[in-house]
């Protein structure tokens, strides 16, 4: 079978509160409206010596009422500074745990890069659909789950053997700071291919845990699918016929005869709408996969290769939202 598809965290700081806070002076201010019963009746674990002074004399009930709301004013004011500033701490506990996830990020792109070349990045685009292409929505099995690792003797992923080889340089990097998933690995490098070669810049979510075992054979489509066959597989895994005809734009790079190989443009388009494997004969019919020229002869698809070819920047806008769904398809992730 063929593939139509590409031939411990770290310790966070702890907001330490100095006895000296309580030196402020607090003096809590309730309406006057509200009455005694709706003030809070939340208990503190905590020992407050009132003036009994502060009780005003009269009927026993009612004098303990008084007492026992004079103490929880008391606490209250004696507590709300340490609550004022431990909600502080966490909301800027918030904020670091936000910045250390960029940093995490912006690392694994950093050493993925490194290894990305324009030579490079069709394999490694190719590395993203074979992986992720295995998704399907009735089971909700396969996905971007970096089983690709142990699938890589399979006829359908020939070749890609090399650009997991050239992945690991840049995982075993990683993995010595922090491990990190195969699957967000190939995220990255995917997007960092189209990148390098002119296309839009995608970011992605990362996170992915890798699956432990290959998953099912005969998920990835077949390069000798007609139209009709696209359209119902792309379906079964949760895509619609503009988004299948937007990832198919994905062969504009890698020497497949649709302008620059490594080049990522809207020249797979127009070279679709010219039909150049219809003349006569010699390099032009080796132009593309049998699922590509029969884009080209369904109505629905040609809709979407008319307006790709007319403006790449909607192509590029459909891409890299198709390509964020595809690599989140079917993804296991980190709690």
């Known amino acids: 079978m063929i593939s139509t598809f590409f ?50 004399p009269g009927d026993a009930s009612v004098q303990t009422d008084f007492c026992l709301l004079k103490k929880r004013e008391f606490v209250f004011s004696a507590a709300l500074p ?31 890069r490194k290894v990305v070349t ?15 292409g295995t998704f399907e929505t009735n089971d909700t099995s396969g996905g971007m789950n970096g089983s690709i690792i142990h699938e890589l003797d399979r006829p359908e992923n020939k070749g890609l053997k090399k650009s997991v080889k050239i992945l690991q340089e840049a995982k075993s990097t ?10 967000d690995v190939i995220v990255v490098a995917g997007a960092e291919a189209v990148s390098i070669c002119g296309g839009p810049s995608i970011a992605v979510d990362l996170g992915r845990l890798d699956s432990e075992k290959p998953d099912l054979e005969g998920k990835l489509p077949e390069e000798s699918l007609d139209a009709v066959g696209l359209k119902q597989i792309f379906s079964r895994k949760g895509f619609s016929t503009r988004e299948l005809v937007a990832l198919s734009g994905a062969h504009t790079i890698g020497g497949k005869g649709f302008g620059s190989p490594v080049v990522f ?33 369904d109505d629905e698809c040609l809709r979407w290769i008319k307006e790709y070819a007319k403006d790449q920047n909607v192509f590029f806008e459909d891409f890299q939202n198709a390509y964020i769904k595809l690599v989140n398809s079917g993804a296991k992730w980190r709690s």
């Open 82 to 112: 340490f609550l004022l500033i431990l909600h502080e701490s966490v909301e800027g506990f918030k904020a670091e745990a936000a910045e250390l996830d960029k940093r995490e990020v912006e690392r694994i792109r950093e050493e993925v």
């Open 174 to 183: 990683l993995d010595l700071i922090r491990p990190v998933s195969w699957a």
């Open 7 to 56: 031939n411990p965290a770290p310790p966070c700081n702890v907001a330490v509160v100095s006895s000296s806070f309580l030196r402020f002076k607090f003096i809590p201010k309730f309406p006057a409206t509200v009455p005694l019963s709706s003030l809070s009746t939340v208990s503190f674990r905590a020992k407050t010596t009132v003036n009994r002074s502060l009780c005003a």
């Open 118 to 132: 324009k030579g490079r990045a069709p394999g490694l685009l190719r590395l993203v659909f074979h992986d992720a």
């Open 265 to 297: 443009d809207n020249a797979y388009f127009k070279i679709l709408l010219e039909k150049p494997w219809s003349s006569n004969g010699g390099m032009s019919s080796m132009i593309g996969l049998p699922s590509d020229r029969a884009l080209a002869d």
